[in-house]
């Protein structure tokens, strides 16, 4: 209370909660067998953390990952996205509310292979109905952002691992999500190419971007601010 | 933005749009053919037999329509009856027979003779042809038809020879006879060569005095032709059938026909679904990872399948084009190998080119295209994204 205007807003900013997971379970049915991929999660994800889920493969990571960002529901407990229980709504509610407030980032990139570079980033944009000169400008934007100013009419076949990887990431961002959700965005790439991935995280991080990695790879993790481990369908200690 | 995508798609994926495209269209153009089929030819039957006016007919008793053989004798009388009967405005006798029509007494190469029916005609009451060049013919005067005139190498006032080809008695008989007119004759067949003599002469020259094979009845504007058709069975011993009633029963005939159109028109538009089907089904199968990967970033449901269903639909909007042009030559062909069927008249059209067949066949196919896209497309949205998500991830 004594503190200055400015320090407390600062303070309420970056205690907002984006995302909150309440024990979470989520039950897959494999031909007829229930597979339990959690069991019990709870975790938050506040504005401007940079997190990193690590653990064995088949732990749960991704799974984890589609419950935070409203790509799936969770069999019982709560996911809390922004005030709004994704369990609570409709299949193409929680889309929407993905395309404005979550930008994924896929192991294996998933960009349109017949778009170009910026036709790709721009996507998600046009989706919300925006004309498309503000959309091009926008897109372009994200581009420079990423690093990749150069590359704006190539497609993703004429580009490298790492330069799909951000372009992505351009991708993801262009709707200024809440959270960018990544699952092994280094997957595919060599330590080289990974590291600069990692840069990009740290200094989107540093700009205000709050990011969940699910990743496999140390380093990547070791770039992180906190980091949580998911064994056997759990958060580990 | 994703219509673009879809074009782009099709387009690099060349050699399975170009057999997309192929089959879609020869699809098309059989369903256009079956469309112009199954209505155009009652039309041109119905066109045909109402051209000249002349509403009814009548023909000897227990004979076919357009038999040639049998006659109706006493005419004379019998001209008297219909001249009598209400309702009869204008009578046309004719009587057809076989003949030979000869150029030159065969010394010269282009000399030439073929087999003719000769139509005797009153040239003041007749429905047969349509004069195109000259005059119509009277005593000593014969009219040809265009492709006859042509192939004796004959020009108006020019001279050829009429002979009488059947009957022991009269066989051999022959005429000069001078040009008079080139004329388009309605109802001959292909291959047919009907000539025009004035009716007298060519009674005289065949023995057949006083008998015609049938007439042509112009109904009174204000007479009813079925009531006209009742009296004058009653009064005379011959055939009367009205032009409706033969319209009728050619129509019957040919709803077999018509049947037959639509049952194919039909297979080939299942052919087109089964084919648009196929090949989205194989495209969106290709593609579920990033069908699911746009679901995963929020891009709506709608929006996915409404650019895979534009897909199927840009197919179907160029192949059907194609296809419709190509419906049209494939007709022209057929129709030149329907109209040699004998016996019918070569102005019968099988294949009748309307607007409305064109606009039909189009808008089925269309119809049917988006369905056919959107099946697959809609199925592919409905399954859950993180489940496509985990089977595309290694
Ligand atoms: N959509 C699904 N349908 C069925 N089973 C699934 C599905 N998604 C995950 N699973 C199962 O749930 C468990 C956890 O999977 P998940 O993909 O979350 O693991 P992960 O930690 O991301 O593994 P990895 O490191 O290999 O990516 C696994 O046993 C997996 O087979
Ligand atoms: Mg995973």
Request: hydrophobic content about 40%.
């Given at each position: 209370m004594t503190d200055t205007v400015g320090s407390v807003n600062l303070?309420?900013?970056?205690?907002?909660?984006?995302?909150?997971?309440?024990?979470?379970?989520?039950?897959?049915?494999?031909?007829?067998?229930?597979?339990r991929a959690l069991r019990g999660v709870s975790l938050s994800v506040a504005e401007r953390e940079f997190i990193a889920?690590?653990?064995?493969?088949?732990?749960?990571?991704?799974?984890?990952?589609?419950?935070?960002?409203?790509?799936d529901v969770a069999t019982s407990g709560r996911v809390v996205f922004l005030g709004q229980d994704f369990g609570r709504m409709s299949v193409e509610a929680r889309a929407r509310l993905r395309l404005r407030k979550v930008g994924l980032v896929f192991q294996r990139f998933h960009l349109l292979p017949m778009?170009?570079?910026?036709?790709?980033?721009?996507?998600?944009?046009?989706a919300l109905g925006v004309r498309r000169a503000e959309r091009r400008d926008r897109a372009a934007s994200l581009l420079a952002r990423v690093g990749l100013d150069?590359?704006?009419?190539?497609?993703?076949?004429?580009?490298?691992?790492?330069?799909?990887?951000?372009?992505?990431?351009?991708?993801?961002?262009?709707?200024?999500?809440?959270?960018?959700?990544?699952?092994?965005?280094?997957?595919?790439?060599?330590?080289?190419?990974?590291?600069?991935?990692?840069?990009?995280?740290?200094?989107?991080?540093?700009?205000?971007?709050?990011?969940?990695?699910?990743?496999?790879?140390?380093?990547?993790?070791?770039?992180?601010?906190?980091?949580?481990?998911?064994?056997?369908?759990?958060?580990?200690? | 933005m994703l219509a673009r995508y879809s074009v782009r798609e099709l387009v690099h994926r060349p050699l399975r749009t170009i057999l997309a495209l192929l089959g879609v269209a020869v699809a098309t153009a059989m369903l256009v053919d079956m469309l112009m089929l199954a209505g155009g030819i009652q039309r041109s039957f119905a066109e045909l037999l109402s051209a000249r006016g002349y509403e009814l007919r009548i023909s000897p008793k227990g004979t076919l329509p357009f038999d040639t053989e049998a006659t109706i004798p006493n005419f004379a009388s019998l001209m008297d009856t219909l001249a009598a009967t209400n309702g009869v405005a204008g009578v046309g006798p004719v009587l057809a027979s076989a003949v030979i029509l000869a150029h030159g007494d065969g010394a010269a190469p282009s000399d030439l003779s073929v087999?003719?029916?000769?139509?005797?005609?009153?040239?003041?009451?007749?429905?047969?042809?349509?004069?195109?060049?000259?005059?119509?013919?009277?005593?000593?005067?014969?009219?040809?038809?265009?492709?006859?005139?042509?192939?004796?190498?004959v020009a108006l006032g020019d001279m050829v020879e009429m002979r009488v080809a059947g009957g022991l008695d009269v066989a051999g008989r022959s005429a000069q006879m001078r040009v008079s007119g080139i004329g388009e004759f309605l109802y001959a067949a292909r291959g047919d060569v009907p000539i025009a003599v004035p009716l007298e002469e060519l009674q005289l020259l065949t023995g057949k005095l006083d008998r015609v094979s049938f007439a042509m009845i112009r109904v009174a504007e204000d007479a009813e032709a079925e009531a006209v058709r009742t009296e004058l069975a009653g009064a005379?011993?011959?055939?009367?059938v009205t032009l409706a009633g033969i319209v009728a029963q050619a129509n019957e005939r040919l709803s077999?026909?018509?049947?037959?159109?639509?049952?194919?028109?039909?297979?080939?538009l299942i052919v087109t679904s089964l084919l648009v089907g196929t090949i989205m089904a194989v495209s969106v199968s290709e593609r579920l990872g990033t069908i699911a990967a746009l679901r995963a970033i929020g891009i709506s449901r709608r929006s996915i399948v409404g650019s895979l269903t534009a897909e199927s639909l840009i197919l179907c909007a160029l192949a059907g084009a194609a296809g419709l042009g190509l419906g049209v030559i494939v007709a022209e062909y057929l129709e030149t190998i329907l109209s040699d069927f004998p016996g019918l008249p070569l102005a019968v059209e099988f294949f009748v080119l309307r607007p409305e067949s064109l606009a039909t066949a189009y808008v089925l196919l269309l119809a049917v295209g988006s369905v056919a896209g959107l099946v697959p497309a809609w199925r592919a949205t409905q399954l859950e994204v993180a489940t496509l998500l985990h089977a595309e991830e290694p």
């Open positions: 303070e309420a900013d970056s205690d907002r909660t984006i995302v909150t997971a309440s024990d979470v379970v989520r039950e897959y049915r494999m031909s007829g067998v229930p597979v889920v690590m653990g064995p493969s088949g732990s749960g990571k991704s799974t984890l990952l589609h419950l935070l960002g409203g790509v778009l170009t570079a910026l036709e790709n980033v721009e996507l998600p944009i046009a150069d590359r704006l009419g190539h497609r993703p076949g004429e580009l490298s691992g790492g330069q799909r990887q951000r372009v992505a990431i351009a991708r993801a961002l262009a709707n200024e999500p809440a959270v960018l959700l990544a699952d092994e965005p280094t997957g595919e790439l060599d330590r080289a190419t990974s590291h600069g991935v990692l840069e990009l995280f740290q200094r989107l991080n540093s700009e205000g971007t709050t990011i969940v990695v699910a990743t496999h790879d140390p380093e990547l993790a070791a770039g992180a601010s906190r980091h949580v481990e998911v064994v056997d369908g759990r958060i580990g200690s | 087999r003719a029916i000769a139509l005797g005609i009153d040239p003041t009451e007749q429905g047969l042809f349509r004069l195109i060049d000259g005059e119509d013919p009277v005593e000593n005067e014969v009219l040809l038809d265009q492709p006859t005139a042509e192939a004796f190498g005379a011993r011959v055939e009367v077999y026909f018509r049947q037959l159109a639509l049952i194919l028109g039909s297979v080939s």
